[in-house]
């Protein structure tokens, strides 16, 4: 499967459980099958997860298609607006 999405089930932040919900929402809304990864299952998920983002301090939800970084939540939501989800997670 090509888009995985890391997340975590593991968090007192609403922020961060209101994106997750989002990006699920709008990826099955469009019928794009993804991966969960769950980064509350290790320390080594969430540090795969930051190192192939590119950033230590990187928080879910993080966004791949395969190993290449799409983008974050703030990403994922312009590429919306913008009507360009498929170019953003490097299907078109």
Do not use: H
């Not at 995985?4 to 932040?13: G, M, N, P, Q, R």
């Amino acid at each position: 499967m090509g888009i995985k999405l890391y997340y975590t089930t593991v968090t007192a932040s609403r922020t961060v459980k209101s994106q997750q919900a989002e990006v699920m929402r709008i990826l099955d809304s469009k019928s794009i099958q993804y991966e969960l990864i769950d980064i509350s299952l290790g320390t080594e998920l969430r540090d795969e997860m930051r190192n192939k983002a590119g950033d230590p301090t990187a928080v879910p939800p993080q966004i791949f298609n395969e190993d290449q970084y799409c983008g974050n939540y703030e990403m994922f939501s312009d590429a919306v607006e913008e009507d360009k989800v498929e170019q953003f997670l490097k299907m078109a």
